[in-house]
């Protein structure tokens, strides 16, 4: 609960830092790509948090890793992480940091789970309900789960929609036993 809070600080103040410098995309797109190349190069995270290499081998590690993705804002936040031994906290604090730019472009991170595989035009259409259900952009990610036999599920921050036969089919067994 505690690295959740601490998460949020940080994802709030880079969020704060790139709208005042009109970087947030360049920040969104950063954070992804550092957070790629971690996740492929497992010792990097090591290498930043060993107490023996000297800062500026740090900064020039953090700035390789960003590659084109650099910037002075996203460059120094992610060294103050090194710095405060918080980095391993990045994965939560870039979930937290999507999260406040979607908020503010008016996006909807969805999960929709579906029986079959969708063609693209299924998923566009699929889409378009939902941005004019919700009133704001969509953005999904869309999984296959056999079990529900037929139908599909969307997941938003705030609702479940069950249109799945499973789900159908558990709702008419509870109303049969009331």
Known sequence: MKDIVVAKKYAQALFDEAQVKNELRAAQQGLEEF???AR???SLKQILEHPFIVAEEKKRMIRSTLGE????LLERF????????RLDLLFLIALEFQEDVDRFMNVQS???RTAFAM???????LQKKLEAWLKSKVRMDVQVDPQLIGGL?????????????KGQLKQ???QLTA
């Open 35 to 37: 957070i790629r190349v």
């Open 40 to 42: 492929l190069r497992s």
């Open 69 to 72: 993705y650099a910037t002075p």
């Open 78 to 85: 992610l060294y103050l992480l090194v710095s405060k031994r």
């Open 110 to 112: 969805l999960r929709v």
């Open 119 to 125: 063609s693209e035009a299924q998923k566009s259409e």
């Open 153 to 165: 599920i969307v997941q938003t921050r705030d609702y479940v929609i069950d249109q799945s036969l």
């Open 172 to 174: 008419l067994q509870q």
